[in-house]
C-alpha cells in the first residue's frame, strides 16, 4: 500500500521560507513521478511542481519559477519542496502526489494523472 505523508507547512512571514517533506512508503521513489499541487477553498488543485523520476527534471509554473524548487532523495524515499520568498498568494494547502505508471514520460501538470496523494499541509503567509 502505498503513502505519501507530508510535513514542513506552518506560518511564514512574506518573504521568508519554508520546506515541504514528503515522504514515501510502499513503493520504491525511484519509480515514480512526482509533484508537488496546492488548493485553496473554493478553486481547483494548482500544479506548482513536478520532478521527474529519472534525472530529476524539474518543472514549475512561472507563478512559483525561481522562487521554489523541487528535489528528491530517492535512498530515503522523499521529496521535498523548497519554497523561498514566499508571498501571500501561496497560501493554501499543499499535496504532494506521486504518479507509478511505468508508461508516463515525465511528471504531468494534470492532476487526474496522480494515483497517489497525500493529505496535505497547510502553508500560510502573512503580509
Known amino acids: 500500500q502505498v503513502q505519501l505523508v507530508e510535513s514542513g507547512g506552518g506560518l511564514a512571514q512574506a518573504g521568508g521560507s519554508l520546506r515541504l517533506t514528503c515522504v514515501v512508503s510502499g513503493r520504491a521513489l525511484s519509480l515514480g513521478h512526482m509533484a508537488w499541487f496546492r488548493q485553496t477553498p473554493g478553486k481547483e488543485r494548482e500544479f506548482v511542481a513536478g520532478?521527474?523520476?529519472?534525472?530529476?527534471?524539474?518543472l514549475y509554473p512561472d507563478s512559483v519559477k525561481g522562487r521554489f524548487t523541487a528535489s528528491r532523495d530517492n535512498a530515503k524515499n522523499t521529496v521535498y519542496l523548497q519554497m523561498n520568498s514566499l508571498k501571500p498568494e501561496d497560501t493554501a494547502v499543499y499535496f504532494c502526489?506521486?504518479?507509478?505508471?511505468?508508461?508516463?514520460?515525465?511528471?504531468?501538470?494534470?492532476?487526474?494523472?496522480?494515483?497517489?496523494w497525500g493529505q496535505g499541509t497547510q502553508v500560510t503567509v502573512s503580509s
Open positions: 502526489a506521486a504518479d507509478f505508471n511505468p508508461f508516463s514520460s515525465s511528471s504531468s501538470t494534470n492532476p487526474r494523472e496522480y494515483e497517489y
Open positions: 520532478i521527474r523520476r529519472s534525472g530529476g527534471n524539474t
